[in-house]
């Protein structure tokens, strides 16, 4: 096996793991559970699916990408930023969609792992990725408003606006005591930070609410209540009906798992790797998120990535090897087996609290304003993101903002490529500075010019452009092209057109200074043997000798 295709957990046990380490990733591993406990219920209900099935999520997947993984210490299982995705899935297709859109989404990061595609993930813009991370943080936040405040709706509509609409509707349905219960928790998930950061704040807010709850039978909705008793046993593994027409309703979404899943895996063991000063292997990691998912939804529980803020925290509290990620799913499916009935009794107004701090979080509203600052080009993909995720769809976001954000960049490239007439200003070139002058001189007929920037699709109308407005009609055209590091199909087409262009005003063009990757493609396609290879010279010295033969040749034919 390739050693950047092997998971990171048989490079540990191969250097040798040790009791230090185990006590480390015993540590972290417990401390990441107890966090991911509440989560993992929470998350899963704002999905719109049953509390368990996020424990399902953290367990299975959490433990297979912790073996299969290519980061020492990430923690993956159930996260905000699939919110939006699966509850719209669940809501308009059911499980069914949920488990064919992610199982086609596991088969894509496989491939794309396989495919060595790790790094191309790190091209998606940073407007993009803060537009849908804000976008999905808002939609979070309202998703638990009515939870929160107790209030008297039949069902929350999935519309951002029409869920607000319906807040104000029954705005004075309001349940003081759940609000009670709700204000009560969020206190305390802020505020415990200051007292100790060994014991989290939202599982000491589920402990003190839900006892409080219990012990003075406040009326207030809890999980038995609106979901009925949290299961103390594991499902079996089940297959989904797939039908053509369902895989080809659920591709679309599939892709944005697929990019969600990735980037913020390879985001969290980038963060894994600051905090530990190890590298993690991006390839590796999208195989193992891939194949984790598919085992998740396999098992009854929903779409997984690396987890940010749960791997910083297992970090902190010691885990330095996979053995910590694993144990975190072993306990967590000890609180399942053993204690998953009490889970039944926390309060919905908390894991609303739990999930309004998730959700702040998660909003990146300082980096959010710096970007407002940027260039207007940044700006309009950062809103256009942010707005298509709130009031549109995150599929939608995540492809609209991609393409803007490429067409912008394509626009600043063209840009860059332009022509210009250096005949006069030559012998002032660096190229000129560095070699012996005696004898050198421009014929008169002959014309310099100097291409900047690639010869690509995007470009290519400047660069005809730039030659419509700078070209006479000299005998000789040289063509510098030592500024052009690449080239494609549009650029060797336009250049095509411009050789029989001069052919046909008997003009001779030479192409001076050509870099080895320009012209491998040039040889390749052909053009090369076509414009003839004695026409490209090594530098702009070189093809004035050419040039200079070329009109004494014609000088002669002329005299005889």
Known sequence: MHRKLEPKLLTVLREGYTLKQFRGDMLGGLTVGVVALPLSIALAIASGVKPEQGLYTAIFAGFVIAVLGGSRAQISGPTG????????????????????????????????????????????????????????????????????????????????????????????????????????????????????????????????????VQYFQIPVDTIASRFGEVPSS?????????????????????????????????????????????????????????????????????????????????????????????????????????????????????????????????????????????????????????????????????????????????QKMSAETHVDVITENLKDDDEFQTRDMTGIKIPAGVEVFEIYGSLFFGAVRQFKESIRVVATKPRVLILRMRQVPTIDASGIHVLEELVKETKDNGQLLIFSAVSRNVYRVMRKGGFVDQVGRKNFAPDIIAALDVAKDYLDSIEVDKTR
């Not at 919110?83 to 064919?100: A, E, N, P, S």
């Not at 939870?147 to 008297?152: I, R, T």
């Not at 599939?254 to 993690?280: C, F, K």
């Not at 991609?402 to 067409?407: D, K, V």
Request: glycine share 8%; proline share 5%.
């Open 234 to 410: 594991l499902p079996s593994p089940q297959f989904p009906v797939v039908t053509w027409p369902l895989v080809q309703q659920m591709f679309s979404p599939a892709i944005t798992i697929a990019i969600l899943a990735g980037l913020e895996s390879l985001l969290a063991a980038v963060v894994a790797d600051g905090m530990t000063g190890t590298r993690h292997r991006s390839n590796m990691e999208l195989i193992a998120q891939g194949t984790g998912n598919i085992v998740s939804v396999m098992f009854g529980g929903i779409p997984a990535t690396g987890a940010i803020a749960r791997t910083a925290t297992n970090i902190k509290s010691g885990g330095t090897t996979p053995f910590s990620a694993i144990i975190h799913c072993v306990f967590l499916l000890l609180v399942l087996l053993f204690i998953g009935k009490w889970a039944a009794m926390i309060p919905m107004a908390t894991l609303a609290a739990i999930l309004i701090v998730v959700a702040y979080n998660m909003s990146e509203w300082r980096e959010f304003g710096h970007l407002l600052k940027s260039p207007r080009g940044d700006v309009a993909v950062l809103l256009a993101t942010f707005l298509l995720t709130v009031f549109i769809e995150l599929t939608v976001a995540i492809q609209v903002g991609i393409l803007l954000a490429a067409f912008l960049f394509l």
């Open 81 to 212: 930023a699939f919110i939006v995705i699966v509850y719209g899935i669940v809501q308009k297709y059911g499980y069914d969609g949920l488990v064919v859109a992610t199982l086609i989404a596991g088969i894509l990061l496989i491939l794309m792992g396989l495919a060595r595609m790790g790094a191309f993930l790190k091209f998606v813009p940073y407007p993009v990725v803060i537009g849908f991370t804000s976008g999905i943080a808002l939609i979070i936040f309202s998703s638990q408003v009515s939870d929160f405040l107790g209030l008297k709706l039949e069902k929350v509509p999935a519309d951002f606006t029409e869920k607000w609409i319906e807040y104000a509707r029954h705005s004075a349905t309001f349940d003081p005591s759940t609000l009670a219960v709700g204000a009560a928790s969020l206190l305390i998930i802020v505020a415990w930070p200051k007292i100790t950061r060994k014991v989290p704040g939202p599982l000491i807010a589920i402990l003190a609410v839900t006892f409080a």
